[in-house]
């Protein structure tokens, strides 16, 4: 493949704008939606850039169909449009575990993303990923290296998995909430192993599973 032309700056505000547009939306832009989001005279400007960016191989385009636009790598291989999520580290299905800080990983580069749907994305709003240890939700069918994604909250009602935050022992977990009169009892789904059990004052909430992904899938 031969190297990619430099782009100029209206070539690449409208390739910005498709790659946003499809990260937010999980479907590519129409022309007249790019003609508006770039603020261009008209259809056929856009027309003649997108043709130019399908000729430099930034883009595969389909001019017969209305969103028929495809981001390619530098390979020239297609992009995946589903969004990521960070996974911003570890967390316990089992004993607690020490926590991350979700607000610093989220952001940097350093941290593997993982894909989620597009409708995922768009129900919740802002997720973040945890890779699980231990077994302490098998019968949830959470198991040991599943990743949870979890949307960030800091309540939620009896039943729901949460990550949990006890505070005195600065520990995180992943088990299914529920308040007990002035207490919390974080329940395991396994059998084998014992709730823990805190005063409600010391566990705080930092987010809902919102959806497993398997390790094997």
Known sequence: MT???QLPPRRRRILEFIREFIADNGIPPTVRDVQKACDISSTSVVDYNL???DRDRYLSRRPDVARGIELLDEAGQPVSSA??????????AGLPIPAFSTEEAASSAEFDTIEVSPELAR???RL????VNGTSMIDALVDDGDVVIVKPANEAVNGEMVVA????EEEATLKKFYLEGDR????PANSQMEPIYSPAS???????VVEVIRKYA
Do not use: C, F
């Open 202 to 208: 010391n566990v705080e909430i930092r987010g809902k």
């Open 123 to 125: 129900r919740h709003g």
């Open 3 to 5: 190297a990619r032309r």
């Open 128 to 131: 973040y990923g945890l890779t």
């Open 184 to 187: 919390v009892r974080l329940q």
């Open 51 to 53: 043709r130019i960016l």
């Open 83 to 92: 969004p990521r999520v960070h996974i911003v580290g570890s967390i316990a």
């Open 165 to 168: 935050w006890l505070k005195d």
